[in-house]
């Protein structure tokens, strides 16, 4: 009986194991489902005018945190650029329509009822690229280890052509991207 026993055991343990490393996606911390790894906060968003809140997040590190909205490139990379607001200077502006940039949002970060932090987005330069995504920083704000946060996001400029790209709101500390 010990030995049927232990066959279940370790059949479960084998199994378990097969699912978190041969299936993508089955684990909530896979690299394609979630590149940001080390963030605190990664959800799916819609960039329609309006506001977004995170759910309550405490972050496990005491220091600066990064608010960034994540997109795929399913575009051309020019017109992403342009829609995303990530120009870098007036050649890149050439390409773009006066409707551009689409993504433009106010933040506000609070704890405990209070506001920590609040800001606007740029609407040019302050991204990063992938291979496979743009990262747009809307801001960054302090936070205590352990202490609760939620985040704002109001969309104040119509940004659904860019839901295509399915785009995530992400929190992550400062070095850790």
């Excluded at 684990?27 to 080390?38: F, L, M, Q, T, V």
């Excluded at 502006?93 to 409707?99: A, I, P, R, V």
């Excluded at 405990?112 to 609040?118: A, N, R, T």
Aim: glycine content about 8%; hydrophobic content about 40%; proline content about 7%.
């Amino acid at each position: 009986m010990k030995w049927i026993f232990g066959r279940k055991i370790v059949g479960l343990a084998v199994g378990v194991l097969g699912m978190r490393f041969l299936v993508p996606g089955a684990s909530a911390g896979s690299h394609k489902d979630h590149p940001y790894r080390y963030s605190i906060v990664d959800v799916p968003i819609s960039l329609a005018v309006g506001a977004v809140w995170t759910p309550a997040f405490s972050p496990r590190k005491t220091g600066w945190y990064w608010i960034m909205v994540q997109v795929e490139k399913p575009l051309p990379f020019e017109q992403m650029m342009c829609m995303m607001g990530v120009t870098q200077g007036p050649l890149d502006l050439k390409k773009c329509t006066s409707e551009d940039p689409l993504l433009r949002a106010d933040w506000i970060v609070r704890s405990e009822d209070q506001i920590i932090s609040s800001g606007t987005s740029t609407t040019k330069a302050d991204a990063a690229f992938t291979k496979d995504n743009i990262f747009k920083f809307l801001g960054k704000f302090p936070a205590e280890a352990g202490k609760k946060y939620v985040l704002e996001v109001k969309f104040t400029k119509d940004g659904t052509p860019l839901n295509v790209a399915n785009p995530h709101l992400i929190v992550t500390k400062i070095g850790d991207e």
